[in-house]
């Protein structure tokens, strides 16, 4: 007599992945969270009465290798139980990015529900992902066509970061100073250090 009372007990799981390359200035990567958070926040009370427990994780993906290891191919990715609520492979340029690296054009990924393309996962559209895989309805299984390896402009954003957070440690001025103390044919002469105690730029 107590079967419909499945609150008493959790008697599912799901599993919810966001993997990014960025939160600090990919508009799409921060979008996408504060809609994530906010999809969960209202399904909360669904998914309680339904016995089910959410596991989110986060993962900041740093380097072309962790890229590769996650099967991680545009950003940003959500997945339940697994499966990449996407069903559309679609990406575009994304500007916000290329300031995080300065290595070339970075693309981003769009996301398509209910015929329109969004830059940022809409909340309705991870809720349904969500409640789908509760309900199983209709599962995810199809899964989008997508890169058999990590994407070139990919490679590039993750080299751009290494190669900047090196010059952020080797050299005692910041990127945007280096960027306007000289002529481009005058850098490595004018950026080097000229002593032990200040960079030539100064």
């Not at 007599?1 to 007990?9: K, V």
């Not at 209709?138 to 994407?151: G, N």
């Given at each position: 007599?107590?079967?419909?009372?499945?609150?008493?007990?959790v008697i599912r799981k799901i599993d919810i992945e966001f993997l990014y390359i960025d939160l600090t200035v990919c508009t799409r990567c921060i979008g996408t969270d504060v809609n994530l958070r906010a999809a969960l926040s209202e399904v909360s009370q669904i998914l309680k009465t339904a016995g089910v427990e959410v596991s989110l994780r986060k993962?900041?993906?740093?380097?072309?290798?962790?890229?590769?290891?996650?099967?991680?191919?545009?950003?940003?990715?959500?997945?339940?139980?697994?499966?990449?609520?996407?069903?559309?492979?679609?990406?575009?340029?994304?500007?916000?990015?290329?300031?995080?690296?300065?290595?070339?054009?970075?693309h981003c990924r769009v996301w398509v529900f209910q015929g329109r393309e969004y830059t940022e996962a809409p909340k309705a559209m991870i809720i349904d992902a969500i409640?789908?895989?509760?309900?199983?309805?209709?599962?995810?299984?199809?899964?989008?066509?997508?890169?058999?390896?990590?994407?070139?402009n990919l490679r590039r954003f993750f080299a751009g970061k290494a190669?900047?957070?090196?010059?952020?440690?080797?050299?005692?001025?910041?990127?945007?100073?280096?960027?306007?103390?000289?002529?481009?044919?005058?850098?490595?002469?004018?950026?080097?250090?000229?002593?032990?105690?200040?960079?030539g730029c100064r």
């Open positions: 007599m107590e079967n419909h009372e499945m609150d008493q007990g993962t900041l993906v740093e380097s072309e290798e962790q890229a590769e290891a996650l099967g991680f191919f545009s950003s940003p990715t959500i997945r339940v139980n697994g499966k990449d609520i996407a069903l559309e492979f679609r990406e575009s340029r994304c500007a916000s990015c290329e300031t995080c690296a300065c290595n070339g054009a970075v409640l789908r895989e509760v309900y199983r309805s209709e599962s995810l299984q199809e899964r989008p066509v997508r890169p058999h390896e990590v994407p070139e190669a900047l957070a090196a010059v952020n440690e080797t050299s005692c001025c910041p990127p945007t100073e280096q960027t306007a103390c000289c002529e481009p044919s005058e850098k490595a002469e004018c950026c080097e250090a000229s002593d032990p105690i200040s960079c």
